[in-house]
């Protein structure tokens, strides 16, 4: 498996696409709409760019992407409708970016009537700003812009993506991987470590090469996939992809799945503490840390219950699994067959079904605003 061909979003206008089932994702771009304001303004205020070069990394193929777009729009043009900037009229150049099988032709069809309808609901007297959309196809753990090229950076629901497999696991996977596909607790640590690994070399790479295209007293945002607790047993995610592994051992079991397919499978995910993230920020010395948060979000996209009360609507399961589906579809199809999916995910549905009745897990979300040291 290739994870620069096969990792993208599940794509075209069947009901479980990405765009129809990314309404968890919405949420976190709402939730963290007051940090992005924030990290706007400064660059705004403090570096006077005649024209603002934003990227968004991992953009996926929804109208998340747009709404992150509007939203950006929006602080600009109120700024300089009330005189913050206190400079020349700002231009804004907007660069997508999303590994190459991500179909960007999907929003860029959908740009000429965004443009639209910004106009027409901004309030009369303030002007928009000029802006511009591009796409850029490549991984974020590789340079994709020129040195200090670049003012702010955002990318939300993308970073607890590792940039590859586990390596060390793939020559003798059957002997320790046990039938999971992420840290779960029969891993010996080993394993686990291997895990913890990845996600300090990715997340060093990548700190370092945005270091190199933002421009002195940039800002990144970045909103991602972590844990609450230290514990890296104790992971959410832990829970979540016991559940679907689960769900795969039953197929293993049926003779519908090869044993030594599952075990050959694991997700290139890693849901890091706040405490791991300010470590490797720490060693890497490169950012400050303006903003740093945890917040929680339930499994089920449409649940908005604040409470910790069990969930037993077997409408939870079915919603769960088809924003996981959305996500994990084109990697579970490239390696064990598109034919298994729906059976797959019925039967995953039913297992977080079963689990949300006897423990409301929520996903840990972390916010991160970062400012590029000189």
């Known amino acids: 498996m290739k994870l620069e061909h096969d990792f993208h979003m ?23 709409k007051p940090v992005l304001d924030k990290a706007v303004r400064q660059v705004c205020m403090a570096l006077h760019p005649r024209a603002m070069i934003v990227a968004d990394l991992g953009f996926s193929v929804d109208a998340n992407t747009l709404l992150f777009v509007s939203d950006v729009i929006n602080t600009v043009a109120d700024a300089q409708h009330h005189d913050e900037l206190r400079c020349h009229p700002m231009e804004l150049q907007f660069f997508l970016n999303d590994l190459s099988g991500n179909d960007f032709n999907q929003v860029f069809k959908s740009v000429k009537q965004f443009t639209k309808s910004i106009a027409a ?8 700003p000029p802006f511009y959309i591009s796409g850029l196809p490549g991984s974020y753990y590789t340079r994709l812009f020129p040195c200090q090229s670049v003012h702010l950076f955002h990318s939300s629901y ?26 779960a607790k029969s891993m010996p640590p080993s394993v686990v470590k291997m895990f913890q690994d990845q996600f300090q070399k990715d997340m060093s790479l990548f700190l370092k090469l945005r ?18 607790k230290e514990g890296v047993l104790d992971g959410d ?18 003779g519908l799945v090869e044993r030594e397919k599952l075990e050959s499978f694991n997700l290139p995910l ?24 945890l917040f929680e979000s339930n499994w089920d996209p449409y649940d908005d219950m604040e409470n910790d009360g ?24 490239s390696h064990f067959g598109e034919c298994i999916l729906d059976e797959l995910f019925q039967r995953y549905a039913r297992n977080v079904e ?21």
């Open 10 to 32: 599940a794509i075209g206008e069947a009901e479980d696409n990405y765009a129809n089932n990314s309404r968890l994702q919405r949420k976190a771009l709402l939730k963290t």
């Open 121 to 128: 609901s901004h309030p009369k007297g303030v002007a928009l």
């Open 158 to 183: 993308c970073l607890h993506w590792r940039s590859q497999m586990i390596k060390d696991m793939d020559e003798k996977m059957s002997d320790i991987n046990g039938g999971n596909i992420y840290i």
């Open 211 to 228: 270091h190199q295209e933002l421009v002195p007293g940039g800002q990144m945002l970045l909103t991602f996939l972590g844990r609450k």
């Open 237 to 254: 995610l832990s829970h979540l992809c016991a559940l679907l592994a689960e769900a795969l051992q039953a197929l293993v079991t049926e």
């Open 270 to 293: 890693y849901g890091p503490s706040i405490d791991e993230v300010k470590a490797v920020i720490a060693l890497n010395k490169l950012f400050g840390i303006d903003h740093i948060q």
């Open 310 to 333: 069990m969930c037993s609507s077997p409408q939870h399961g079915v919603n769960v699994a088809k924003s996981i589906r959305a996500v994990f579809e084109p990697l579970l199809a």
């Open 354 to 374: 079963r689990h949300l009745a006897e423990d409301n897990t929520k996903y840990s979300v972390i916010v991160l605003l970062l400012n590029r040291k000189v």
